[in-house]
């Protein structure tokens, strides 16, 4: 039995992420359960937040491709930078994680740019609260560009599988930690936040106003919001009062499965520009 276990994971360390990011899932909905930051609803965001990524779990399993695969044939052809300097193991895994997380700052501020991709964007964005399941509510083709974009810098940089895998756990656990609705001290938020992101800074990226909403793009790294000027230290309204969401997509009949799927259809203005918060 134990063989078998250890054979799932050893062919597929995808499995291993899957399983790993299930586990960090309960132990945060427990956190939140006893220590929430703001009152919570839940009602039919729970089940539809989950029906999107099943719905892009299920798109992205037609594809034949993922992270670690485009590592190791890479690394078999000798592409990327990595392949072509040789640095000790423990060094590139580290830049690469580092690089990673830089790469994935500037894809998020990009689907905040050209309206077609706030589209698809502006999924995740509607959510009228802020917990978990908001970290897998995203439209299957954001998903996608999501995949493609984290290709290309998989490519380019020469990233080790196991960095890769490394990388892809450590952001699916770290962001259902920065999208929860977990209260956390506020001297721990403070120290916390010069080097990681924390949920109080995330949380304001999920504001109704715009000109907060483009703001605090990062996901495992502080610094690059503050490098970039998109940067907000705290919301104007406090954490608990608030909004959250997009002021067009609030009635419940935009919340369906149905709707959200629709949603990069219909017409919506672009955000602002990412800029320093008045």
Not at 23 to 33: H, K, S, T
Not at 54 to 75: D, K, R, T, Y
Request: hydrophobic letters at 50%; glycine letters at 6%; a neutral charge.
């Amino acid at each position: 039995m134990v063989d078998r276990v250890w054979q799932f994971f050893a062919f597929n360390p995808q499995h291993l992420r899957l399983l790993a990011t299930a586990a960090i899932l309960g132990l945060v909905f427990a956190a939140e359960a006893l220590w929430p930051r703001r009152a919570a609803l839940r009602g039919r965001r729970w089940p539809i937040n989950f029906a999107l990524l099943i719905a892009a779990g299920l798109m992205l399993s037609l594809i034949p491709v993922a992270a670690v695969g485009v590592a190791s044939w890479a690394h078999a052809h000798g592409l990327g930078l990595f392949n072509v300097l040789h640095v000790p193991a423990w060094l590139e895994t580290a830049v690469a994680i580092i690089v990673l997380d830089a790469s994935m700052y500037w894809q998020h501020r990009s689907m905040h740019g050209p309206a077609w991709l706030w589209r698809l964007h502006r999924v995740h964005h509607s959510d009228v609260e802020f917990d978990a399941t908001t970290a897998l509510r995203f439209h299957p083709l954001e998903m996608l560009a999501t995949s493609v974009w984290k290709w290309a810098t998989v490519l380019l940089l020469g990233a080790s599988p196991l960095a890769v895998v490394l990388f892809e756990a450590i952001t699916g656990m770290y962001s259902l930690f920065i999208h929860s609705n977990l209260h956390v001290p506020a001297a721990i938020d403070r120290v916390w936040r010069r080097v990681f992101v924390t949920p109080d800074l995330h949380r304001i990226h999920h504001s109704v106003d715009f000109d907060e909403g483009n703001r605090n793009f990062g996901t495992i790294f502080s610094c690059w919001d503050r490098w970039f000027a998109s940067h907000c230290a705290q919301p104007r309204d406090g954490h608990d009062d608030m909004q959250i969401g997009l002021p067009e997509f609030r009635a419940a009949r935009d919340q369906s499965l149905t709707a959200l799927l629709l949603q990069p259809l219909r017409t919506a203005e672009p955000p602002p520009a990412a800029g320093e918060r008045p």
